[in-house]
């Protein structure tokens, strides 16, 4: 799985899960209108061909010979994989602004193809764009006004038969709303928070999210939090590299970083970290952000604090959590 472009499209897809945006009425209603009326993406209905991605409400008919993998939500074959992050609670018409393709462009991501549809009779999104190391990701965003969901498919660019196989495989995509998860059963990592207040709130777009006392909120505001996630290891990048591409692309979204601190490695029980504090502003408002990237060989994990009050308090207390993260 390409690490780059995925942090690209996360960059993307989930910079709205801390500050959304109301939508109206008549703004859904004009959406829904300018949906493609050519539905490449039919109605399904769930068959005993299909499997449930873990820790997600989606069920999809597999290509043949990817199996669901141990390191993220979603499927796998060799360096092939289709990855799936639901957000539930969330709101396709709010999240899916940050998600078009000038914002691609922006990204310095190379787009082949990008249309308005509809996916399992909800409005979608789909686009095929370029990864790095030859490779090409076939991108689906859906949902309504309850959740949002983005199915990334990657292969290489040459072949063209998995390609078009993994297309099959996404056209058979069916959401059960009704199906209930836990999404810490299917977590790859464990934080205890039993010492920190920053507690487990809830799964956003497989983003495991904390905050203070484990508040559900649909927007924070200028509340701290924590977000966690996984990706599947990636030889080419380095946790230093990871990091700084977490921040870049984040600087591409009104991020301005004023000072670095704090920088440090280590390794425990095979588990490799690097963790950064990063003071600046953030749409004009100070903020510091605290990353960290841990990794053994089977899986990266990401995190990241955003702090924007009490600065050296919540940092502590961000710090506290995180000091117990261990790897499943």
């Not at 995509?173 to 809830?202: G, H, M, R, V």
Request: charged share 25%; aromatic share 8%; glycine share 6%.
């Amino acid at each position: 799985m390409n690490i780059r472009i995925l942090l690209v499209l996360l960059v993307v897809f989930v910079s709205a899960c801390t500050e959304k945006g109301k939508t109206t009425k008549n703004e859904n209603e004009a959406k829904e209108t300018s949906v493609a009326s050519e539905e490449e993406f039919t109605i399904n209905k769930k068959t005993s061909k299909h499997i449930n991605i873990p820790g997600t409400r989606l069920f999809i008919i597999p290509p043949k010979g990817f199996k669901v993998s141990k390191s993220m939500s979603g499927l796998e074959k060799d360096d092939m994989g289709i990855q799936v992050f639901d957000l539930i609670g969330g709101d396709f018409y709010s999240n899916g602004k940050t998600y078009s393709k000038e914002a691609l462009k922006n990204s310095g991501v190379k787009v082949y193809e990008y249309k308005e549809m509809k996916a399992n009779n909800y409005p979608a999104k789909y686009s095929i764009i370029e990864g790095d190391n030859n490779l090409k990701v076939i991108n689906l965003i859906f949902g309504d006004t309850t959740f949002c969901t983005m199915v990334m498919a990657v292969f290489p660019a040459s072949d063209k038969h998995t390609g078009a196989e993994l297309k099959k495989s996404l056209q058979t995509i069916y959401y059960d709303k009704d199906f209930t998860i836990n999404p810490l059963e299917t977590a790859q990592f464990t934080l205890d928070d039993s010492s920190s207040k920053f507690k487990f709130a809830k799964a956003a777009a497989s983003i495991m999210m904390y905050t203070i006392d484990g508040v559900d909120k649909e927007s924070y505001g200028n509340e701290p939090m924590v977000m966690v996630n996984t990706l599947p290891i990636d030889g080419s990048m380095t946790l230093r590299s990871t990091a700084e591409r977490i921040i870049s692309g984040l600087e591409k979204k009104s991020l301005v970083v004023s000072e670095i601190k704090n920088k440090s490695t280590k390794v425990v029980d095979d588990v490799r970290t690097y963790e950064i504090d990063v003071h600046g502003t953030f749409k004009g408002e100070k903020m510091i952000m605290y990353v960290m990237v841990a990794a053994d060989y089977e899986r990266i994990i990401t995190i990241q604090g955003i702090v924007k009050s009490d600065f050296e308090e919540n940092l502590k207390e961000i710090k506290k959590l995180t000091s117990t993260l261990k790897l499943k």
